[in-house]
Each structure stands twice: as C-alpha cells, then as structure tokens.
C-alpha cells in the first residue's frame, strides 16, 4: 500500500513537471536576432538547471535554429546553446558556447555539438552579448 502510494506520487510529481515545462519559457518572435539560421536569444528568470528543458521547448517550436538562453542568478551567468540537428554540419554548441563564455570573460564550456552549457561570471558585456551573436556564432 505504501509502494502504490509511492508511485501515484511519483507519476504527480511527473504529470506536474511536464506542465510547469510548458509554462517555463514561452516562444516570442522579438527573441529572434536572424532568419539563415534562426538564432534565438533570450535572458531567463529561472534558475541555471531549467535552461536546458527550456532550450528543449523552445527548439520544438522553432524547429531549426540556434537557440541561446542566459540564466543571471547569484553575480553568475549560466547559458546553454541548442543546435538543431540540420543544422549541425555548420554550427556546434560547445564551441558557440566557449566563443560566448570568453566574450563574457569566463574560461571553458561543455556539451555536445547539439546541446552545450558553460557559465561566467556577471559582466556588463552581458548587456553586449545579443548584438554581438552573428559575429561570435
């Protein structure tokens, strides 16, 4: 009785997830910087461990594209980089993420070619960061 308990909790906790994913991060048009690819940016109100689930639904919505999302929490940015996969053969996330992560003034970055992440700390190039894109991408 206390497994089955167990599990119906676990199966909520699931089912509550999933919704609060869909309301984590909505799609907007204005985020857009360029259309050959489509490159995506956004600065996020979440904490850094949300970022890669929101880059996950936000690339269901855009389909092909880069998409950029920055988290500011505690004097810190956190970002992660998604690349479709048609895009692939141009484009990798890990290195977005290091070109973007030394703009920034930090050191290093990680991930695979189609999903990376990387951090530094607060900079007032972050203000910089979207206009300077096309160019670091």
């Not at 497994?3 to 309301?23: M, R, V």
């Not at 692939?88 to 003034?105: D, P």
């Not at 290093?108 to 990387?118: F, I, L, P, T």
């Amino acid at each position: 009785n206390i497994l089955e308990k167990i599990q119906n909790l676990k199966n909520e906790i699931f089912e509550l997830k999933k919704k609060s994913e869909k309301n984590l991060v909505t799609f907007s048009d204005t985020n857009l910087i360029e259309n050959i690819p489509n490159i995506y940016f956004d600065i996020l109100k979440i904490q850094p461990k949300d970022l890669k689930n929101s880059a996950d639904v936000l690339m269901r919505k855009l389909k092909s594209g880069i998409i950029i999302l920055l988290s500011i929490n505690d004097e810190k940015v956190s970002l992660v980089c998604s690349v479709s996969k048609d895009l692939l053969k141009n484009y990798n996330a890990k290195k977005i993420v290091i070109q973007i992560v030394e703009f920034l003034g930090g050191k290093g970055g990680g991930g695979r070619e189609d999903m990376a992440q990387g951090g530094a700390l607060l900079s007032k190039k972050v203000d910089s960061l979207k206009n300077s894109l096309k160019e670091l991408i």
